[in-house]
């Protein structure tokens, strides 16, 4: 089973032997469905299966594209979004098409994520008088185990600070505060931003234009921008 494999445990002597970096454990498995016509009981007892294997490793399966059909047939085996359990607690969930799925399997990471980031940052302790810049590059040493922050500090006289209120766009040229000549690096100090896709555009036929993604606050932001 090539899905069980994404789960497996691999010790730091195999890894070592590994010419490939090896990604970390799925938190959402998304599989599209919309070219799928039909299914027999043999493979709705797979989905069955998957499912469990999901459950066990406190994963979320996302399944778009199933025709109604195809929907109360896996139905019968279980395969079905939870009763009596919020969405984020839901181990399955069904979606209309890939684009969605994705939106929210990007909304559950930031929802679950969001409380270890705070706890990082809460875990943070430095001196009084310390700036919100020096704390932010402290935070990312944190939270990917490293000690950049000292050989970044030089930076700190050639930052300013960027507000945002909740829902603002951070570049000019999407309706936000950000000349499009000042793009460049920005230190998050406190609150969370996202990224955007223009909904008129789906993931076949976006283009790489300026307007295909947004930088958007999506509460109290403050930002040093480099």
Do not use: W
């Not at 778009?64 to 607690?89: D, F, W, Y």
């Amino acid at each position: 089973n090539y899905i069980a494999t994404m789960f497996e445990e691999i010790d730091d002597a195999q890894t070592q032997r590994l010419d490939f970096s090896v990604p970390p454990l799925p938190k959402v498995l998304i599989l599209d469905m919309s070219l799928i016509s039909g299914m027999d009981t043999s493979t709705i007892d797979i989905f069955a299966e998957i499912k469990g294997i999901c459950k066990r490793n406190d994963c979320r399966l996302f399944l778009c594209g199933l025709s109604n059909r195809m929907r109360k047939g896996l139905a019968l085996s279980g395969v079905e979004p939870e009763r009596g359990v919020s969405r984020l607690q839901r181990i399955v969930r069904f979606f209309p098409d890939l684009d969605t799925a994705l939106g929210a399997a990007e909304e559950f990471l930031l929802q679950t994520e969001r409380k270890e980031l705070f706890d990082i940052s809460s875990a943070v302790h430095l001196p009084p008088g310390t700036s919100g810049f020096q704390r932010a590059l402290k935070a990312i040493d944190e939270l990917h185990g490293e000690d950049f922050s000292p050989g970044l500090l030089e930076l700190e006289p050639h930052v300013k600070q960027v507000q945002l209120e909740p829902g603002r766009i951070l570049f000019e040229c999407d309706g936000g505060l950000v000349e499009e000549c000042e793009r460049g690096l920005f230190f998050i100090e406190q609150g969370e931003m996202k990224i955007e896709r223009d909904p008129t555009q789906s993931l076949n036929s976006m283009t790489r234009t300026r307007s295909s993604h947004a930088l958007r606050a999506s509460e109290q932001l403050t930002l040093k921008h480099q």
